[in-house]
């Protein structure tokens, strides 16, 4: 075996990049490493160009095996892995984002890129995976502007700033401050993944510089690699666009554009425009079969259009100023009473539907994914029908991006949502995008956190989230040296701001701070100062949403929907757990079928009792009395069960007798303990003596009350 090995200090640990012929038929491949573990990233190009496709063909596979961590996945029946996780979709699309940017766009041959994750420790693969697709692709033959640099940087268990934490500290949202993936090359920030406890803009500023050192050592590490073993690019042929093309579009197309982009309401006035071009060029050019070219000229003018006037005019296409809002509209419930609570909310062009159901325990949704094992109690899903963009497509199938949109608002709710302790419930909340033209994530949170509010949740504050864009001038990396490129900052971006811009900044939060951020950009990378600038930008956006909808719902509502299941919590000795489940559940079987309830029990003793009506709190009387712990001097009633010549048995609960013996009857002699005592009969106990090694209870009924029985 062939065998290169360097190796790189990060984060207090240490990085290994191998070079083997283990993947030899793999167009560009590493193995690497980091504590104990290891991923293989892998990355060919198609021979040929793809005939026909209008965009460039990249994608992206980040691949779990269940042997990395030594289990076997699957249930009895079925042990191959399965579709993706949730977490390797996730990952999927954070390499991909960051990836993308440094194509060529106009390329037309298809690139695949895998990442095989094959042995796992503490150490997150996630950031393995980003940094081993870059230098897989640096060395490479396939052209590209990379490599990039990849780390998480946090604060966790301190206020110290940590460089690539152990999982234990990031997977414990209670208890980090704030989470950060960020990638990036040349000093600049291309892709974003934070999660935040309210935090302040200027300190992930602060965490986004020194992150970016980090980057810059990664990137050199990579380029002297290539300088070494780096294979020497494939040379790809641009496609050159016909003069007779060029010159019917600047007579007949060029100069209705600016007039069309900049038309109220704009959208549709440009997209006609296109639909006429498509049908010009077929029309005039019968015997061309690929028309992508033209189809990108339509598209780079539209660009440079709104480039020019948004830099030079402080123009945007819907006549907004540039940190200017679109007209909000949010209401709380008024769907349905069925519902546990729903949400609605515009941004312009932008509507979406949230609802929100409650569950007991027994709902949380369980994760036995390849290196993590844990419980969710609040999902958030997103969903994207065709309609939304006035669109025929397939419906029901949820794609990577509803994954990765429903996660992202996932994580910006979770950080106000109120602890197990305070609210038991398990919350599910599913946004529907109704009509969409730019940021249905954001609009989702909007609308979900609105949902929540009606649902009677407790949370800690209202979060709100906006999309911010960039329109930034394209100079040469000669000219960078010697002046900063001009740019403008959009807030609130729609529809071509969204397509042709070259930022999509989502920041998510409440009026204190930040608790989520995703970045993509279409350039090579966005300053660190811009991206400061953005979010400082964004705090008046996000204000004033939340005051829109604190305007509708001022506060979470006082009781949850009646519709909704009761849930209550009580705390039993961890002993006691057995004795509630009983031999083989049997106990705990007789309940949830007497009383309809659901239960689930925790290590700890915590019961959570989950039903609709009076189901719960039969449940908990039934528990309470089979955990009881009597204790003298307690006076109770109790049945009578059996009378014996020494004394009489009495049932104090479902599950325990005391015996009172006969001198503990009455105050006078008693002869016969039949003579006054019957079975059946109801009668007043004090306990007077327990003993808990042999499970009695010694009772008296003279002491509970000396005139119950009279002396004949």
């Known amino acids: 075996m062939q065998k290169k090995e360097y190796s790189l200090e990060v984060g ?9 012929d283990l993947a030899e038929q793999a167009h560009g491949s590493v193995l690497l490493k980091y504590g104990e573990t290891v991923v293989l990233a892998t990355v060919c190009m198609s021979k040929d160009k793809q005939q026909g496709l209008g965009f460039f063909n990249l994608t992206v596979d980040y691949v779990e095996r269940f042997y990395a961590a030594g289990k076997i996945p699957g249930s009895k029946f079925v042990k191959r892995e399965g579709k993706p996780s949730e977490e390797a979709i996730l990952t999927s699309r954070a390499i991909d984002r960051t990836l993308r940017p440094l194509f060529d766009q106009s390329m037309r041959h298809a690139v695949q890129v895998i990442v095989t994750v094959l042995a796992v420790d503490d150490n997150d693969p996630t950031i393995l995976a980003v940094n081993g697709a870059s230098l897989a692709l640096a060395v490479s033959n396939i052209p590209w502007a990379g490599p990039i640099g990849c780390v998480r940087i946090g604060k966790y268990d301190d206020d110290n700033l940590k460089i690539n934490p152990s999982q234990k500290l990031r997977l414990d949202d209670s208890q980090y401050q704030y989470d950060l993936i960020v990638c990036g090359k040349d000093g600049n920030i291309n892709m974003i993944e934070a999660s935040a406890h309210q935090t302040v803009e200027a300190e992930l500023e602060d965490a986004l510089m020194k992150a970016s050192v980090e980057i810059s050592r990664l990137e050199d590490f990579q380029k002297k690699i290539v300088a070494e073993i780096g294979k020497e690019k494939r040379v790809i042929e641009k496609g050159i666009i016909s003069e007779e093309s060029v010159k019917l579009f600047e007579e007949n197309i060029k100069p209705k554009m600016t007039p069309a982009i900049f038309s109220v309401p704009g959208k549709k006035e440009i997209d006609e425009l296109h639909t006429v071009w498509n049908k010009m060029v077929r029309e005039k050019f019968t015997e061309q079969e690929d028309f992508s070219l033209e189809d990108n000229l339509f598209d780079d003018t539209e660009n440079d259009i709104l480039h020019e006037k948004a830099i030079k005019e402080n123009k945007r296409a819907d006549g907004r100023a540039m940190d200017e809002l679109r007209d909000l509209y949010a209401q709380a419930g008024g769907v349905s009473s069925v519902l546990h609570g729903s949400g609605i909310f515009y941004r312009g062009g932008t509507h979406v539907l949230s609802v929100l159901t409650l569950g007991g325990p027994e709902d949380r949704h369980m994760i036995n994914g390849m290196s993590e094992k844990s419980e969710k109690r609040f999902m958030h899903h997103y969903n994207f029908p065709p309609y939304s963009g006035g669109d025929v497509g397939r419906a029901g199938f949820t794609n990577r991006r509803e994954v990765g949109h429903g996660a992202l608002a996932e994580k910006a709710l979770s950080m106000v949502l109120p602890s197990p302790a305070e609210f038991p419930y398990t919350m599910r909340v599913v946004s529907e995008s109704m009509a969409s033209n730019g940021s249905t994530s954001q609009a989702s949170i909007c609308a979900s956190i609105i949902a929540l509010m009606d649902g009677g949740v407790p949370i800690k504050a209202p979060v709100g989230g906006v999309a911010m864009g960039l329109m930034i001038e394209e100079i040469t990396s000669d000219e960078l040296r010697i002046k900063e490129p001009k740019y ?79 849930i209550i919590m009580i705390q039993i000795k961890p002993d006691q757990i057995g004795m509630v489940i009983g031999s083989g559940g049997k106990i705990i079987k007789e309940i949830k079928e007497k009383t309809g309830a659901e239960i689930t029990i925790e290590d700890d003793g915590s019961v959570f009792l989950t039903g609709k009506g009076e189901s719960a709190e039969l449940a908990k009387k039934i528990i309470e009395e089979i955990t009881h712990e009597f204790a003298p001097g307690e006076v109770l009633e109790g049945l009578v069960v059996k009378v014996a010549e020494f004394g009489a048995f009495v049932k104090l609960n479902g599950s325990t007798d005391g015996m009172v013996h006969i001198s503990e009857i009455a105050p006078f002699r008693v002869e016969r303990v039949s003579d006054i005592i019957k079975e059946g009969m109801i009668v007043p106990v004090k306990v007077i003596s327990v003993d808990r090694e042999k499970g009695r209870i010694g009772l008296s009924i003279k002491e509970a009350n000396k005139d119950f029985f009279k002396k004949v």
Do not use: W, Y
């Not at 207090?12 to 083997?20: C, D, M, V, Y």
């Not at 989520?516 to 660190?528: F, N």
């Open 488 to 566: 403008k900052i959009l807030t609130d971006i729609q529809g071509p701001e969204d397509h042709h811009g070259d930022m999509d900044f989502k920041i998510a939060g409440t009026k204190k701070g930040v608790t989520a951020i995703q970045l993509d950009v279409k350039v090579e990378g966005v300053p660190i100062k811009i991206i400061g600038e953005a979010m400082r930008q964004s705090i008046k956006a996000r204000v004033a949403i939340i005051d829109a909808i604190e305007k509708e719902i001022s506060e979470p509502r006082k009781e949850i929907s009646p519709n909704a299941p009761k």
């Open 12 to 20: 207090g640990k240490t990085l290994t990049a191998t070079f083997t």
